[in-house]
């Protein structure tokens, strides 16, 4: 089976630049997509394929992915971006979740 | 607008059966394969199981993770468009809270999007 590794936390002072990571053996031949879950809410998903912003997610929110490293990046962050984030792929008729990074924005 | 809402979780017993139903509004759910997702108190999120979308190549296969294998079955009432997870044999490792979600396309190979907001299932005597 694959897997995808997440590290578990990560912190940011207000207003610099977030970066999770996602790695897996050659990830960067996979699609790989974000999602962001606040507590108690469902979550939502603010990167596909990589790079792709849905409708509605800031610019500020960013993604890229090479080799074994899949990186979501979130700039200029505010407070209402600290929630747990989960990388996603697919591997072999099944789904992979990383098992998220918590982001404390200071 | 395309929303998911999730009902049939409760209390059931070790060893008990339960029955969730997403309901889909919004869109063709035969155009679309779904999944199921769980999330343990304080833990990430699991895939649980696939439904690909009868569009697909491979349409109304059902895929499903090995800690539910032989005991969960996931279907879809297209009349209803609704998605259904039967889950035999809980244990209490199957409590969690249960997300549906949809994916880009019939196949399942992609991204989800959108989500319930989840229904809780928690097995204990």
């Known amino acids: 089976s694959y897997d995808v590794t997440q590290p578990l936390s990560v912190s940011v002072a207000l207003g610099q630049t977030a970066r999770i990571t996602c790695g897996g053996n050659?990830?960067?031949?996979?699609?790989v997509h974000w999602y962001q879950q606040k507590a108690g809410q469902a979550p939502v998903l603010v990167i596909y394929?990589?790079?792709n912003r849905p409708s509605g997610i800031p610019e500020r929110f960013s993604g890229s992915n090479s080799g074994n490293t899949a990186t979501l990046t979130i700039s200029r962050a505010q407070a209402g971006d600290e929630a747990d984030y989960y990388c996603?792929?697919?591997?072999?008729?099944?789904?992979?979740f990383g098992g998220g990074t918590k982001l404390t924005v200071l | 607008e395309e929303q998911l809402l999730e009902s049939g979780g409760g209390l059931v017993q070790p060893g008990g059966s339960l029955t969730l139903s997403c309901a889909a509004s919004?869109?063709?759910?035969?155009?679309?394969?779904m999944i199921w997702v769980r999330q343990a108190p304080g833990k990430g999120l699991e895939w649980v199981s696939t439904l690909s979308g009868s569009l697909s190549g491979s349409g109304g296969s059902t895929y499903y993770a090995d800690s539910v294998k032989g005991r969960f079955t996931i279907s879809g009432d297209n009349s209803k468009n609704t998605l259904y997870l039967e889950m035999n044999s809980l244990r209490a490792e199957d409590t969690a809270v249960y997300y549906c979600?949809?994916?880009?396309?019939?196949?399942?190979?992609?991204?989800?999007?959108?989500w319930g907001q989840g229904t809780l299932v928690t097995v204990s005597s």
């Open positions: 394929r990589d790079n």
């Open positions: 919004g869109f063709t759910f035969t155009s679309y394969a």
């Open positions: 996603q792929v697919w591997d072999s008729n099944t789904v992979v």
């Open positions: 050659n990830i960067g031949s996979k699609n």
């Open positions: 979600a949809r994916d880009y396309d019939s196949s399942g190979y992609n991204w989800f999007d959108p």
